[in-house]
């Protein structure tokens, strides 16, 4: 199988296209298992403890997903490609001919169920970047009928993923760089914030959050994580970044209250805010803001976070401060000179984002910031 250069042009450019938002990420996949003739093409992000920030393919199912995951199949125990895939070299392609045994596949309940389940028995597949704690893959994905991967197919496979693999680079450093633009707006107010990814490392934090982790302060970063100077407290703020990190829904971002302790028994107040997901996105853009209670107490630093958090333009920020100050919506329209249509328009808009369903829900959500 041979694929011209101007095709072979256009699966490269909907990768890079990808990586700047300006088409999906399985769009891209499509179009690299159809040039090499596979059934499906995979990206896929691994973490530490068999985790996996984002799984992405094109031409499978969604039970395709929830299957993998019933079956642990971020594990290398359980999954041979996936063992393989953590054990290569960046961009060394290697194919499910050249590992997996006749035996393993008789015997390996991956193999046998899940793969037979979905008739996907062949992969090629090449690691894209390997980090410390984290790894990128590439695959294709072949059923029965495709069969193990020609020598053509695989060169054409060869020769994509390192533009992939630029690729994926250019959008891990734009996502790096929004948490530190992030941070950056947040230290304008003098705001203690931690700027957290969806796996809860700190990938930037403001000045005023860089006192909490000093000597006498009480947080600690271990490992790039936050920690604290007892194991409940850690726990606790470790399950609330979790839950924060995980969040999947549009709109109404998870938001949870943690008090932590220091060395000197002085409690200190944080909020664990999520930040709306952008499509697509791989688990290194700024997903969780951890705010020192008390940081935030001016109006101006309240609003900035509600933009920040929440994704309010600067007049839904200013419409949820009047409401929660028990502000009517016919007040408000006075006070910002506004229709009232364009004011109850903005209010819905507020209540969406927050996940809140009336004006005292509002209050309790905004005071928790104050």
């Given at each position: ?105 008789r015997s390996n309940p991956f ?93 930037s934090l403001t000045p005023n ?162």
């Amino acid at each position: 199988m041979k694929i011209n250069e101007e095709r072979w042009l256009a699966v490269v450019d909907q990768f890079h296209a990808a990586a700047m938002g300006e088409s999906g990420w399985v769009d891209s996949l499509s179009a690299l298992a159809l040039a090499t003739g596979s059934r499906a093409g995979e990206l896929i992000g691994l973490g530490s403890a068999h985790t996996i920030p984002f799984h992405w393919f094109s031409g499978l199912e969604q039970e395709w997903f929830d299957d993998f995951l019933a079956y642990d199949g971020g594990n290398p125990a359980v999954n041979p490609f996936i063992r393989v895939g953590s054990q290569c070299a960046p961009l060394q392609v290697r194919s499910s001919e050249e590992f997996v045994t006749k035996e393993e596949r008789r015997s390996n309940p991956f193999l046998t169920e899940h793969l037979a389940r979905f008739d996907a028995p062949y992969i090629c597949l090449t690691p894209l970047v390997k980090d410390p704690g984290s790894l990128v893959g590439l695959a294709v994905i072949r059923s029965s009928s495709d069969g193990e991967i020609t020598p053509e197919q695989r060169a054409i496979f060869t020769s994509i993923a390192p533009h992939v693999r630029s690729a994926v680079r250019a959008q891990t450093i734009l996502e790096n760089q929004g948490a530190q633009l992030m941070a950056g707006t947040l230290e304008a107010l003098s705001m203690a914030v931690f700027v957290c990814d969806s796996s809860g490392r700190v990938r930037s934090l403001t000045p005023n959050a860089e006192i909490l982790v000093g000597r006498s302060g009480p947080l600690r970063l271990k490992g790039g994580t936050l920690t604290t100077s007892n194991q409940v407290d850690t726990r606790a703020l470790a399950d609330a970044i979790r839950a924060a990190g995980r969040e999947l829904r549009p709109g109404a971002p998870h938001s949870a209250t943690v008090l932590v302790r220091g060395l000197n028994g002085e409690p200190t107040v944080l909020e664990v805010i999520a930040v709306p997901r952008r499509e697509n996105a791989f688990s290194f853009e700024p997903r969780v803001l951890v705010v020192a209670k008390g940081s935030a107490t001016e109006t101006s630093s309240v609003k900035l976070l509600l933009k920040a958090a929440y994704g309010l333009t600067d007049a839904e920020a200013l419409v949820a401060l009047a409401l929660a100050d028990g502000l009517a919506p016919e007040q408000i329209a006075a006070q910002r000179s506004a229709a009232i249509s364009t004011v109850r328009k903005q209010i819905a808009s507020v209540y969406e984002k927050l996940g809140v369903h009336r004006q005292i829900e509002l209050i309790a959500h905004i005071h928790r910031l104050r």
